[in-house]
């Protein structure tokens, strides 16, 4: 069945350190992928999303995402955390509906 | 512009109670959808919509029955709620592509959620 996974359940990043969310999916054709951020008590934001053409995609909030067919991958980076970037991300999937992975919650550290 | 607009934000039930979630939006969006959402398992579909009059199941519909009469109201019902059905449930909505399979991939746009706890 199609889908995306994430493996990371949390991840720790210092202020001011790279990170990297990884997403990987699983579908036969090229997919419409997404990224969405949840900051606490809040409802979902799209970060970013790819339906095709160039496979680095530029975000808001200074993200961004890189699709790789050959590693049927999505990973999301952001080259310099903030501490307002703590918050949950999922990666979601289109195909006639719009599904989502379990989701990476990132805890920032000063 | 209010986007979509879920009420309640927090409800407490009992087992057995029947209720219903409020879901407007006023962005003209054609497709309206539910979703639950429960630690370690992301956010699962429970019912959409393409347009008024128009529903289908998601991953997860047992238990919730929608209708949608108009183009901004989408309510999801719980006939008895039980405790599995505790949650954070959030609505969402977009505009619909003419493309068949991009159709609903827009960007949605999400409701601030709303709390359900049966008890």
């Known amino acids: 069945a199609q889908s995306v996974t994430q493996p990371d359940i949390h991840i720790t990043v210092s202020e001011g350190a790279s990170l990297e969310l990884r997403c990987n999916y699983s579908?036969?054709?090229?997919?419409?992928l997404f990224w969405y951020v949840q900051s606490p008590g809040q409802g979902l934001q799209l970060l970013l999303k790819?339906?095709?053409?160039?496979?680095l995609v530029q975000g808001i909030k200074g993200f961004e995402a890189e699709f790789k067919r050959s590693q049927s991958s999505f990973n999301l980076r952001k080259p310099s955390v903030h501490w307002s970037d703590a918050a949950e991300y999922f990666c979601?999937?289109?195909?006639?509906?719009?599904?989502f992975g379990a989701g990476t919650t990132v805890t920032v550290r000063a | 512009n209010a986007g979509v607009t879920q009420t309640p934000k927090f409800q407490v039930l009992k087992t057995g109670q029947s209720m219903t979630l409020q879901c407007a939006q006023d962005m003209n969006h054609e497709y309206m959808s539910w979703y639950r959402q429960d630690p370690g398992m992301g956010l699962r579909l429970i019912h959409y919509?393409?347009?008024?009059?128009?529903?289908d199941q998601g991953e997860v519909p047992n238990g919730y029955n929608v209708s949608r009469s108009t183009t901004e109201d989408f309510p999801l019902r719980l006939l008895s709620a039980a405790p599995s059905q505790t949650s954070v449930y959030f609505c969402a909505s977009s505009y619909l592509t003419t493309s068949g399979r991009a159709s609903g991939a827009n960007v949605l746009t999400f409701g601030a959620g709303s709390r359900l706890t049966v008890l």
């Open positions: 979601a999937f289109y195909d006639y509906k719009l599904s």
């Open positions: 790819y339906f095709s053409g160039d496979t």
């Open positions: 919509s393409v347009g008024a009059g128009i529903t």
């Open positions: 579908y036969g054709a090229t997919p419409y």
